[in-house]
């Protein structure tokens, strides 16, 4: 039987987790559909998530069909948790998108949609509770299709809207054809003449469809179960399943991370070619850029290839056999000769009809529970790499200090944040051992208070928070460059390392490059260069996240291994990786301040309809909070107004509106770019390193650190 991994999508309260359980129910896998109100659906695990009756956590269930197998993963709605959204949609065969026919499109449906077409995962719309007081019919799809710029094709519509007995009425009518039309010049053509054949007609939906050119709606109710099993039937009809060769090199991407009973690390995974099976040694890492299995395999090599001498680098990036091999523990992972760790696969559990069951092997197209690979991440690839992990929503914009409560220790909450971090990694814990304090980055208050009831529930750690901060990043604004050489002008380490800045395009993010041979010292050097660029950039000038930078290497050099006869190797006299990640940080903020930088503030496009007649209160406002309107529109007797705003003033934007608006007002906002911040002191972010803008107090802190 095919397979299809289905992704449930909406915005907060649309109906998925509901939906989710009348999919179960009626493909025959549960005698009763689960209430979010009760507590008692299957996805819905968490304590926190039964209590608060939200998804946090993607979760995973599986029904069968007629002719397909159907691995269900029902995602978070809320826009504080989209970072469990993006790590599903690399896995997805095909969607199906949620609204609400009462609340109608929302800021975070017009998200997920702009990314599902870019992605160009086929998608159904299914619009949810017709059976609810002011639930909307054709009204709502043509505001879905404006509001989505997405082409919908009604498969039929609802009847008896805002009553128990409303219901879907399914049938191809003149307006689906017409979209389907618009993609299709043959088709276009037949219908210009009048006669399409019905067969040609679904053929042509199936085909686009599964292209992601067109998006079939559907009307119907996850509590009365109206329209149910026509959305089933579109599901197994229209969307593509799985494909990929159990005989083909094993390759799956994990998308997922939980923590077992023993606190043993589980991996979700999708295989995408190949076989998984139990006791297998598997290669995983991000090895797509070569920059997980590069780093880790580094950190191996320091004491060993490095110190081997000019001659040890002649190879490029070539090692040696003998390079890692630390065991075969869950814990310990051995680092194979090309740079990425393995492991050995212990257990393997695979879906069926709502709960997950043990196998000895899984196929292509399964989804996967993985014990065994303890140096496992979200997003590392398992044997042959699928595609590089990428980012699909906006980063995080708010950071908070955590601030333990009493009986909650420093060390042991800096320990649950960080397995907090495994599995979700945008979190981005940064400990400040100077100040000793821990802070996190977030996507908005409620995950806040996920995070502090999830310490206090699963870890036993009562803690408070500061008021949330927004997050800044800084650019360069022009070249430096920067050399220190080994041995001369007081120089402590036995490095030499020249660096230049220069400014990228936005987006591109941090590029390293080298233009000195790469033989001209072991490779581990080089690495543990690139390595602490990459890390010393994440506090700049005014101590924010430095990016859209390129980093050029222009000097390098070493002095070769010494040792005397019959004694060990002498590191007083020899470089190690040690003086190349003690000198890098000088070198690079060095050659950051001579090219200088820019500091900027993440801005939110805004959607504000509002009565026109208080249009007079709101635009002073929005010029207060240093917003900028870009367009204005009439929508009736409302105003529409699109423009920016800083992320610092969104809230207060959000709290002010409805005393402006008689409470009418309609706001969306979403991340849309960085942009300079030009009014008022440039916003500074306390150092948590050993600070290399001040030298004295750096080596001070190093050569300390390297006397203990």
Known sequence: MHLLNLGILAHVDAGKTSLTERLLHTAGVIDEPGSVDDGSTRTDTLALERRRGITIKSAVVSFPLDSVTVNLLDTPGHPDFIAEVERVLGVLDGAVLVVSAVEGVQAQTRVLMRTLRRLRIPTLVFVNKIDRR????????????????????????????????????????????????????????????????????????????????????????????????????????????????????????????????????????????????????????????????????????????????????????????????RGEGAEAPRVRTGGRPEGRVTALSVFERATDVRRDSAGAGRIVKVRGLGGVRIGDALGVPHQAYEHHFAPPTLETVVVPGPGAGRRSLHLALTQLAEQ??????????????TSVSLYGEVQKEVIQ???????????????????????PVGSGHAVEYNKKDANPFLATVGLRVDPAPPGSGVRFGLEVELGAMPYAFFKAVEDTVRETLGQGLHGWQVTDCAVTMTHCGYSPRQSHAHQRFDKSMSSTGYDFRGLTPLVLLEALRRAGTQVHQPMHRFRLEAPADTLGAVLPVLARLDAVPETTGALGAAALLEGTVPAARVHELEQRLPGLTRGEGELETAFDHYAPVTRGPLPERPRTDHNPLDRKEYLLNVTRRMGD
């Open 134 to 325: 002011g639930a909307q019919g054709t009204a709502l799809l043509e505001r879905m299709a404006r509001r989505l710029s997405a082409p919908l094709v009604p498969m039929g519509g609802p009847a008896g809207l805002g009553t128990r007995a409303a219901r879907f009425v399914p049938g191809l009518g003149p307006a689906a054809l017409e979209v389907l039309a618009e993609q299709d010049d043959a088709l276009l053509a037949a219908y210009l003449d009048g006669a399409v054949p019905d067969g040609r007609l679904h053929a042509a939906l199936a085909g686009q469809t599964r292209r992601a050119l067109v998006h079939p709606v559907y009307f119907g109710s996850a509590i009365t179960g109206a329209g149910v099993p026509q959305l089933i039937d579109g599901i197994e009809r229209l969307l593509p399943a799985a494909d990929g060769g159990a005989h083909d090199p094993l390759s799956a991407t994990v998308f997922k991370i939980e923590r077992g009973p023993a606190g043993e690390k589980v991996a979700y995974a999708r295989v995408f070619s190949g076989t998984l099976r139990v006791r297998d040694r598997v290669p995983y890492g991000r090895a797509a850029d070569g920059s997980r299995g590069d780093a880790d395999a580094a950190g191996r090599e320091e004491d060993s290839g490095a110190g081997a001498g000019a001659g040890a680098g002649a190879g490029g990036r070539g090692r040696g056999p003998g390079t890692g091999g």
């Open 424 to 437: 979700d990694p945008l979190i981005a814990v940064r400990h400040d051992e100077l100040r000793g304090e």
């Open 453 to 475: 009831a999830t310490l206090a529930d699963e870890y036993g750690l009562a803690v408070t928070f500061r008021a949330t901060t927004t997050l800044c990043i800084e650019r």
